[in-house]
């Protein structure tokens, strides 16, 4: 089987509530029975710090074309990056989601 690459982006109160709803959504739309190349297929995530003057986007960007990062391992966590308050729903943040899913 092979690997495909996703990068997802929600609004939520915590990381763990997007996570949630995004694989939610995944298997609503590719289904449960696996290799989707989704999100649906992780388990769990692992948050990913920006460097020093980096943009969310920029980190996302940096992680995916680094060839020993953990996310690129299709059996491994997704990664996640806090992107800040979310300014048009107060009380929420951004999360970027991220890696490589079996598909």
């Given at each position: 089987?092979?690997?495909?690459?996703?990068?997802?982006?929600?609004?939520?109160k915590?990381?763990?509530?997007?996570?949630?709803?995004?694989?939610?959504?995944?298997?609503?739309?590719?289904?449960?029975?696996?290799?989707?190349?989704?999100?649906?297929e992780?388990?769990?995530?692992?948050?990913?710090?920006?460097?020093?003057?980096?943009?969310?986007?920029?980190?996302?960007?940096?992680?995916?074309?680094d060839?020993?990062?953990f996310?690129?391992?299709?059996?491994?966590?997704?990664?996640?990056?806090?992107?800040?308050?979310?300014?048009?729903?107060?009380?929420?943040?951004?999360?970027?989601?991220?890696?490589?899913?079996?598909?």
């Amino acid at each position: 089987m092979g690997a495909q690459q996703f990068e997802n982006k929600v609004s939520a109160k915590s990381a763990r509530e997007g996570f949630d709803l995004l694989v939610e959504e995944a298997q609503y739309e590719s289904g449960h029975g696996g290799y989707t190349g989704t999100i649906a297929e992780k388990s769990d995530f692992k948050m990913v710090t920006p460097k020093t003057g980096e943009s969310p986007e920029e980190c996302v960007e940096r992680c995916l074309e680094d060839d020993d990062h953990f996310c690129q391992d299709k059996w491994g966590s997704a990664a996640c990056v806090d992107g800040g308050e979310d300014p048009k729903v107060p009380g929420n943040y951004i999360f970027y989601f991220f890696g490589w899913a079996s598909s």
